[in-house]
């Protein structure tokens, strides 16, 4: 069973930076697209940014120009580098892995991430 593990986030006030990293218990066979999600309190789970095994990103409109998703698939990591956070980007971040072959879908524990003003 795939596992996803993030870590990297924490309280910052508006205008800093935080790190997330992701990473994944094995190498995933075939096409996926890896990336970041978040959930505020009382919202639904919402996209941030995601990279396909070719490099293509996608990124949240909110978040475009701040954020940068990456990934070093030699050692199974994504990573999300958020910049100039505002205090609306608080939520609960959480790492996904979509793989092409069998359709599945993995998910991480979270990640905590707030913002204060």
């Known amino acids: 069973q795939v596992q996803l593990e993030e870590s990297g986030g924490g309280l910052v006030q508006a205008g800093g930076s935080l790190r997330l990293s992701c990473a994944v218990s094995?190498?995933?066979?075939?096409?996926?697209?890896m990336g970041w999600y978040r959930q505020a309190p009382g919202k639904q789970r919402e996209l941030v940014a995601t990279?396909?095994?070719?490099?293509?990103?996608n990124y949240a409109d909110s978040v475009k120009g701040r954020f940068t998703i990456s990934r070093d698939i030699a050692a199974n990591t994504v990573h999300l580098q958020m910049n100039s956070l505002k205090p609306e980007d608080t939520g609960s971040y959480y790492c996904?892995?979509?793989?092409?072959?069998?359709?599945?879908?993995?998910w991480g524990q979270g990640t905590r991430v707030t913002v204060s003003s």
């Open positions: 996904n892995v979509y793989q092409y072959f069998g359709a599945r879908n993995y």
């Open positions: 990279i396909n095994t070719n490099g293509i990103t």
């Open positions: 094995e190498s995933i066979f075939g096409l996926n697209v």
